[in-house]
């Protein structure tokens, strides 16, 4: 079993930036951001593993930078030049070794809040 605990998030103006952390418990060896905006789907943001082998969604590839610290198990989503299709409640998921966007990812923190106006 992993839990994970989420910080971060708030509000921003369009072109901002803003910072999520994760904090993991348990088995950490993939972890990953998702997204959800009310009346949508969840979609992927990042993920990465504990070989620093990375994947991102295009809507956010050059903008946003997925980190692990594998000594803290912490995951870090470093989220710059922010859009208001951006706001979303935002998870933190522990997945499987096959780690990337689209993997079933069994574990999820509570979320934070981003809006971007």
């Known amino acids: 079993h992993v839990q994970l605990v989420e910080s971060g998030g708030g509000s921003v103006q369009t072109g901002g930036s803003l910072r999520h952390t994760c904090t993991a418990s348990?088995?950490?060896?993939?972890l990953g951001w998702f997204r959800q905006a009310p009346g949508k789907e969840r979609e992927g943001v990042a993920t990465?593993?504990?070989?620093?082998?990375?994947s991102y969604a295009s809507s956010v590839k050059g903008r946003f930078t997925v980190s692990k610290d594998n000594a803290k198990n912490t995951l870090t989503l470093q989220m710059n030049s922010l859009e208001p299709e951006d706001s979303a409640m935002y998870f933190c998921?522990?997945?499987?070794?096959?780690?990337?966007?689209?993997?079933?990812?069994?574990?999820w923190g509570q979320g934070t809040q981003v809006t971007v106006s």
């Open positions: 990465t593993n504990s070989n620093g082998r990375s």
């Open positions: 998921a522990a997945g499987p070794v096959n780690c990337w966007i689209g993997a079933n990812f069994a574990y």
């Open positions: 348990g088995d950490s060896y993939c």
